[in-house]
């Protein structure tokens, strides 16, 4: 995905690339010492050597958020593209410019959750909890070929499952899942009800693959 910037305003790839592929030539040395509000200012205005020391300043900061919320290589690459897109588009909206680091933050937290949840959604745990489940809820192993049989109950338990359950045992049931306050701001929940919710899912989880089980037999 490219990024792209308004009119005064340098290309979402530029913004995002600029650290990496343009040394600054002597006329910005002024720029890096200018304050945050300055260089929003004049980033504003369409300047793409402050746009580059935004990024060289607040970059590292983005890359870190997406490290602590354990996004992909690609996903971070996603984080970093999307979140200075977001800055393009609402640099005039920036009621106070010398705090731009900490809408930078913000707003890196935000896509964060949101890379999660649509991972979460199209790359669910499903294989790993379903695969814990007991035995007992499974066909017997001489009725049908055992492995295929499992994969096809255990699947289609969970279509049947609701999309609130399937994203949050997603979710909880990565290798290494979010805390619950996270989980509380993806999902929009309270976080004291993120642990009973689960069980309740759970147990329809299982319902359902004995349901599955009893009615391919």
Not at 50 to 70: C, H, K, N, P, Q
Not at 103 to 112: D, G, I, K, N, P
Not at 162 to 189: A, F, T
Request: charged share 25%; hydrophobic share 40%; glycine share 8%.
């Amino acid at each position: 995905m490219e990024l792209s910037g308004g009119p005064s305003g340098p290309s979402g790839a530029e913004v995002a690339q600029a650290p990496a592929e343009l040394a600054p030539p002597p006329q910005t040395e002024a720029l890096q010492f200018a304050s945050v509000a300055t260089l929003v200012e004049k980033a504003g205005q369409g300047c793409p050597r402050a746009w580059r020391e935004l990024v060289s300043r607040f970059d590292g900061m983005i890359v870190a958020t997406g490290r602590r919320y354990r996004l992909s290589s690609a996903d971070i690459g996603e984080l970093q593209q999307t979140t200075w897109l977001r800055l393009v588009e609402n640099i005039y909206r920036i009621e106070h410019p010398e705090r731009v680091g900490g809408w930078l933050a913000t707003t890196a937290r935000r896509e964060c959750l949101q890379l999660l949840k649509r991972s979460a959604r199209y790359h669910s745990g499903a294989e790993k909890i379903l695969a814990n489940l007991p035995d007992s809820h499974l066909p017997e192993p001489d009725a049908r070929p055992i492995a295929q049989e499992r994969e096809a109950v255990l699947r289609a338990a969970w279509a049947r499952l609701k999309p609130r359950c399937q994203e949050l045992l997603s979710l909880l049931m990565v290798d290494d899942p979010l805390g619950y306050k996270d989980l509380s701001k993806l999902l929009q929940v309270p976080v004291g009800s993120i642990g009973p919710t689960r069980g309740r899912c759970l147990e329809h989880l299982r319902r359902l693959v004995a349901e599955e089980g009893m009615t391919s037999l």
